[in-house]
């Protein structure tokens, strides 16, 4: 809840930032362009439901990095970019005051204009360091929503493809707003300058600088910032109060892999105390209960920890956490504990993402289908090798297709031999009836090649393909760029086996009966029984001479 109404008030106020940044880079257009622009948002901000949401959302947005900057116990895990925008956040209330303060609440105390000509006269000519505390307060207020809207959106999927245009709409609004603030404040003061507006120019800057205005304004800003100075020394104390009251309520021992023991004061988070234990920790989004990244297998003491709360529970959904895991930056111990960091200190935002189970690892019914070229190094011999490189690529391109038209994923090429999963996410009896598919397919579009090219093979190519089903670890696996998703176990070797069994019952497939049987297909066939390495029983198979 209290992260949903910071990520709300933080949205509502980066889109008032980018309206006004807007509004600004209107002025390249003319300064009556800007004043209408202005006068349109005006009518949205300042009406009763914009001023409440507004200015709620500034009220919330405040209290909650009160209440962020008490609950956070140490901010040596925060990144450079969390750094910058938590600094920058405790600069925008000094830096924007005056002019919030001036061109809102004095406007309406006192009931005088104050429109573009008012704010542009004092930026650009009367007192040019207000602006350039102006365009401080609103760099800061714009890197921080930025920043902000960064660190949000990195975990989240399909980000990396934005974030090149998100950077230039982040670069390029800032510097259309300065320029045309800067467009339209020329245009202001030639027109000022010119003699028939001198009495104008004269009442405008009489309005600037009235003396009632000037105190009101003073008093409303000094007001806001020492009431802004004061909650920040009273939340800094608050937290000196709480270190001095937990270090009188004892100490905790974490134990980590590898013998490490960590002693910490009771109150300590547990990604704070691989901090202070110097233990590597990965910890993506600086200990804010986003990312997961940080999470931990608890060992002995689980059951005297407290709770998680209901943001930590939906975090661990979402990455399929097992109940014996926690996120470490969100756990406090009350007792010894025994903690294990699930992910490398180095992680990247994809770990910190969602992904179905078979992606994670884990173990299921699978069906596994080999097939092999027979005899096809001796023909490769004596081609040449773009011939052999032509044909591999016919053959697999046909043999890809059958398999994925049957319902099949292509797990790896290996040489002249293919490999390919299925049931990998679906029920098992319906991949058993897609690969034997997928067979018949392949055996088809085999015969396909060799009609076509009859004339160039000399002898016709053949085939033998082997299917298992069973249990076998499935999950992405790899490094790099070479990362898919495959399964590995004695299934997969067994079907491995059948398929190297088409050669000595010569034949174009053996399979395994559980398969046809769970397919509920009618198979023709013949029922034997083989041996295979690591089985202690001979598993039936079903051995078709040919398929197509
Ligand atoms: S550090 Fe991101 S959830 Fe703990």
Same mark, same amino acid.
């Given at each position: 809840m209290i992260r949903r109404l910071r990520l709300a008030s933080g949205l509502l106020l980066f889109a008032y930032v980018v309206l006004h940044l807007a509004n600004h880079a209107v002025g390249l257009v003319s300064l009556a362009a800007a004043e209408s622009a202005l006068a349109a948002l005006r009518a949205v901000w300042q009406s009763l439901p914009g001023s409440l949401l507004l200015y709620g959302a500034l009220l919330v947005h405040a209290v909650l990095a009160f209440r962020a900057l008490y609950a956070r116990r140490r901010f040596r895990e925060l990144r450079a970019a969390e750094w910058t925008q938590l600094l920058l956040g405790f600069l925008v209330p000094p830096l924007l005051a005056a002019h919030v303060l001036g061109t809102r609440a004095v406007g309406e105390i006192l009931g005088t204009e104050t429109g573009y000509p008012y704010v542009l006269a004092i930026y650009l000519e009367l007192a040019p360091e207000q602006g350039l505390r102006q365009l401080a307060g609103l760099a800061a207020a714009w890197l921080h929503g930025c920043l902000g809207l960064h660190l949000w959106l990195r975990l989240k999927p399909g980000y990396e493809r934005w974030a090149p245009w998100l950077l230039a709409g982040a670069v390029l609004l800032p510097t259309l707003a300065t320029t045309g603030t800067l467009a339209a404040g020329r245009e202001l003061l030639a027109r000022m300058a010119e003699p028939a507006n001198a009495e104008a120019w004269q009442r405008l800057r009489a309005s600037i600088e009235d003396p009632e205005k000037l105190a009101l304004l003073g008093q409303l800003q000094g007001a806001l910032l020492w009431g802004f100075a004061g909650a920040l020394l009273a939340v800094l104390a608050a937290r000196q109060l709480r270190r001095w009251w937990e270090h009188r309520g004892g100490r905790v021992v974490l134990a980590y892999p590898g013998g490490r023991r960590v002693t910490v004061p009771l109150g300590t988070t547990i990604l704070e105390s691989s901090r202070q234990g110097g233990v590597p920790h990965a910890a993506l989004c600086g200990g804010r209960g986003r990312c997961s990244t940080c999470r931990v297998r608890i060992g002995r003491g689980l059951e005297a920890l407290p709770a998680a709360d209901e943001a930590e529970q939906r975090v661990l959904a979402r990455v399929g956490a097992a109940p014996n895991v926690r996120l470490a930056c969100q756990t406090r111990p009350r007792g010894d504990l025994e903690v294990t960091p699930l992910l490398p200190p180095q992680v990247a935002p994809g770990d910190a993402r969602g992904r179905p189970g078979h992606l994670q690892g884990q173990e299921r019914e699978v069906v596994v289908l080999f097939a092999d070229l027979r005899g096809f190094t001796r023909f490769s011999e004596r081609r040449l090798p773009y011939d052999v490189v032509f044909l591999l690529n016919r053959y697999? !391109?046909?043999? =890809?297709?059958?398999?994925?038209?049957?319902?099949?994923?292509?797990?790896?090429?290996?040489?002249?031999?293919?490999? *390919? &999963?299925? *049931?990998?996410? =679906?029920?098992?009896? *319906?991949?058993?009836? *897609?690969?034997?598919?997928?067979?018949?397919?392949?055996?088809? /579009?085999?015969?396909?090649?060799?009609?076509? &090219?009859?004339? !160039? &093979?000399?002898?016709? &190519?053949?085939?033998?393909?082997?299917?298992?089903?069973?249990?076998?670890?499935?999950?992405?696996?790899?490094?790099? /760029?070479?990362? !898919?998703?495959t399964a590995i176990g004695d299934t997969v070797n067994t079907a491995s086996r059948l398929e190297a069994l088409t050669k000595d019952f010569a034949a174009q497939l053996v399979v395994a009966e559980a398969v046809v049987a769970r397919s509920g297909m009618s198979f023709e066939g013949e029922r034997r029984e083989v041996a295979v390495r690591g089985r202690e029983t001979a598993l039936p198979v079903v051995v078709v001479e040919r398929l197509a």
């Amino acid at each position: 809840m209290i992260r949903r109404l910071r990520l709300a008030s933080g949205l509502l106020l980066f889109a008032y930032v980018v309206l006004h940044l807007a509004n600004h880079a209107v002025g390249l257009v003319s300064l009556a362009a800007a004043e209408s622009a202005l006068a349109a948002l005006r009518a949205v901000w300042q009406s009763l439901p914009g001023s409440l949401l507004l200015y709620g959302a500034l009220l919330v947005h405040a209290v909650l990095a009160f209440r962020a900057l008490y609950a956070r116990r140490r901010f040596r895990e925060l990144r450079a970019a969390e750094w910058t925008q938590l600094l920058l956040g405790f600069l925008v209330p000094p830096l924007l005051a005056a002019h919030v303060l001036g061109t809102r609440a004095v406007g309406e105390i006192l009931g005088t204009e104050t429109g573009y000509p008012y704010v542009l006269a004092i930026y650009l000519e009367l007192a040019p360091e207000q602006g350039l505390r102006q365009l401080a307060g609103l760099a800061a207020a714009w890197l921080h929503g930025c920043l902000g809207l960064h660190l949000w959106l990195r975990l989240k999927p399909g980000y990396e493809r934005w974030a090149p245009w998100l950077l230039a709409g982040a670069v390029l609004l800032p510097t259309l707003a300065t320029t045309g603030t800067l467009a339209a404040g020329r245009e202001l003061l030639a027109r000022m300058a010119e003699p028939a507006n001198a009495e104008a120019w004269q009442r405008l800057r009489a309005s600037i600088e009235d003396p009632e205005k000037l105190a009101l304004l003073g008093q409303l800003q000094g007001a806001l910032l020492w009431g802004f100075a004061g909650a920040l020394l009273a939340v800094l104390a608050a937290r000196q109060l709480r270190r001095w009251w937990e270090h009188r309520g004892g100490r905790v021992v974490l134990a980590y892999p590898g013998g490490r023991r960590v002693t910490v004061p009771l109150g300590t988070t547990i990604l704070e105390s691989s901090r202070q234990g110097g233990v590597p920790h990965a910890a993506l989004c600086g200990g804010r209960g986003r990312c997961s990244t940080c999470r931990v297998r608890i060992g002995r003491g689980l059951e005297a920890l407290p709770a998680a709360d209901e943001a930590e529970q939906r975090v661990l959904a979402r990455v399929g956490a097992a109940p014996n895991v926690r996120l470490a930056c969100q756990t406090r111990p009350r007792g010894d504990l025994e903690v294990t960091p699930l992910l490398p200190p180095q992680v990247a935002p994809g770990d910190a993402r969602g992904r179905p189970g078979h992606l994670q690892g884990q173990e299921r019914e699978v069906v596994v289908l080999f097939a092999d070229l027979r005899g096809f190094t001796r023909f490769s011999e004596r081609r040449l090798p773009y011939d052999v490189v032509f044909l591999l690529n016919r053959y697999f !391109s046909a043999m =890809g297709t059958a398999i994925e038209q049957s319902g099949g994923r292509v797990d790896k090429f290996i040489g002249d031999g293919v490999m *390919a &999963l299925f *049931a990998v996410e =679906g029920p098992v009896d *319906a991949g058993c009836r *897609a690969a034997l598919e997928a067979a018949g397919a392949m055996a088809e /579009r085999l015969e396909e090649i060799n009609d076509h &090219l009859a004339d !160039s &093979l000399g002898d016709r &190519l053949r085939m033998g393909i082997g299917i298992h089903v069973g249990p076998a670890i499935v999950g992405e696996m790899g490094y790099g /760029r070479a990362v !898919s998703v495959t399964a590995i176990g004695d299934t997969v070797n067994t079907a491995s086996r059948l398929e190297a069994l088409t050669k000595d019952f010569a034949a174009q497939l053996v399979v395994a009966e559980a398969v046809v049987a769970r397919s509920g297909m009618s198979f023709e066939g013949e029922r034997r029984e083989v041996a295979v390495r690591g089985r202690e029983t001979a598993l039936p198979v079903v051995v078709v001479e040919r398929l197509a």
